[in-house]
């Protein structure tokens, strides 16, 4: 789901970059507006780095198998430290295993962390109107993990079949971006399952994850 | 997984010893510059100087190209595209579909620039430690936030790879195995089980870091020295990436 180096015209870059450096500016500002800013980096690094790796985890699809985005989760744990994070695991993508590119980075932030901020909201929305219920939590962890990727997906597309090449045959873009979307709806689904789960195990195991009090605490 | 980006960077060579500040600034200027080149004409110049360049840090071919695998298939699929759903003048038809002339140059720029590129990626992060391109970004000018997230994410993504690995191995041993969608249960509890580690490992890390006085205003040492023949050589590079861009516009 990252654009690489080479592929996108210069002029297209440098949009994604003023884009990506209004957001990170933004969440910094949200960011430092807390008491200790710097409290929270240890733990949106190390969350940073565990998303870097579950993106190891390939999930199979007889014949084949796949690896997750998990947008709507980075949305929900990380907070305004989703936009950062999300640049921060472009870079070492770009640099690591070359997904994506260095001159693409502002792109592929505005693809990844538009809707992890996005799902930020519906998560902090969400988790105010429901209860403890499993039910409840699992349908809002379905919503942020299908909105996450669907979105995601959906700018991913835009982007590469508007900006590749004017010279593309309008109704065959048109095609295309059809049949990609609708080529990752199964993917959205996974997603959107993947993510409730996760989302229940967290509430369940570690509730703090999620910004919540510990069961132990609130017990006592 | 060899996965650390600067595995060579003990060498001793011209682009080793470059100093990384100038280093950095040359070598992205010259990746931006590559990334604006839309001329056919210019692929020659793009070429060459990837290819002195990367000759020049003697990394070995083969540390290049495993670089240019992973991406390779991403890049394969959408030149097909370009080939056959672009407009122009058709070339030669292969069934029903046409490849044609605009097409097919497009695909043969996107494909030489997307390999120049990679190639100064692999130069400028191969040839220096990793520690020293963050200080680099910032004292060019990277948030102290973001800086500071960065060391830290780049310090546990080998570890919590590592309890990945481990973890799945444990779960072989046990006798599972990822077979159909079934298992996605399974798998979620992992890398939920991943998070929870991490985050309990960030507790301790904030403690033991707040012991050795972390939370005082940040400071970054800047111990960079450039001399005269690390100038020369930015020069160098800058006109390049100069030059390319200039004939991009005149051309």
Not at chain 2, 54 to 76: K, Q
Request: charged share 15%; hydrophobic share 50%.
């Amino acid at each position: 789901m990252h654009i690489p180096d080479g592929v996108l015209p210069t002029s297209v870059c440098a949009a994604g970059y003023a884009v990506t450096g209004i957001a990170v500016w933004y969440s910094l500002r949200k960011l430092n507006k807390q008491e200790d800013p710097r409290k929270d980096i240890p733990k949106a690094s190390l969350v940073t780095a565990a998303f870097f790796v579950t993106s190891w985890i390939h999930i199979p699809i007889p014949p084949t198998s796949v690896h997750l985005m998990l947008t709507g989760l980075l949305g929900a744990l990380l907070g305004y430290y989703a936009y950062p994070a999300a640049v921060i695991a472009l870079f070492f993508q770009a640099v690591m295993f070359q997904h994506g590119g260095l001159t693409t980075i502002g792109v592929n932030a505005v693809i990844l962390g538009i809707p992890a901020m996005l799902c930020h909201y519906i998560y902090s929305y969400g988790k105010g109107i429901i209860n403890d219920s499993k039910v409840k939590n699992s349908i809002l962890g379905l919503i942020i993990g299908v909105t996450g990727t669907g979105l995601s997906v959906f700018i991913w597309f835009l982007i590469l079949i508007n900006f590749i090449s004017a010279n593309l045959n309008a109704s065959a873009e048109r095609a295309a971006i059809i049949t990609g979307t609708l080529a990752h709806v199964p993917l959205m689904a996974l997603e959107g399952v993947f993510t409730a789960f996760i989302l229940v195990y967290l509430k369940r195991v570690k509730p703090e994850l999620l910004g919540e009090q510990s069961n132990e605490n609130s017990a006592g | 997984m060899k996965i650390a980006l600067d595995s060579y960077h003990g060498m001793n060579t011209i682009i080793h010893r470059w100093e990384p500040r100038t280093k950095f600034i040359a070598l992205m200027l010259l990746i931006f510059a590559f990334s604006f080149v839309k001329n056919i004409e210019l692929i020659p110049v793009m070429i060459i100087s990837s290819f002195i360049l990367y000759t020049l840090s003697r990394l070995p071919f083969s540390f290049l190209l495993s670089r240019l695998c992973l991406p390779g298939f991403f890049i394969f699929i959408m030149l097909v595209l370009l080939l056959f759903l672009s407009q122009g003048t058709v070339l030669f038809k292969i069934g029903p579909l046409a490849v044609k002339k605009e097409g097919l140059s497009l695909a043969f720029l996107i494909a030489v620039r997307f390999i120049c590129i990679i190639t100064i990626v692999t130069i400028l992060f191969a040839t220096s430690s990793f520690v020293k391109i963050i200080k680099v970004m910032r004292s060019l000018g990277l948030p102290p936030l973001l800086a500071e997230m960065m060391t830290f994410t780049y310090r546990y993504i080998f570890e919590i790879g590592k309890d990945l690995m481990t973890m799945l191995d444990a779960m072989k041993i046990r006798g599972f195995k990822a077979r159909s969608l079934k298992d996605v249960s399974t798998l979620s509890s992992l890398a939920g089980t991943i998070f929870v580690r991490s985050y309990d490992q960030s507790d301790r890390v904030y403690s033991a870091m707040v012991l050795r006085g972390y939370g005082q205003p940040a400071s970054f040492e800047e111990d960079f020295q450039a001399k005269k023949s690390d100038i020369a050589l930015m020069i160098i590079v800058i006109l390049t990436a100069c030059t390319l861009t200039l004939a991009q516009i005149f051309l």
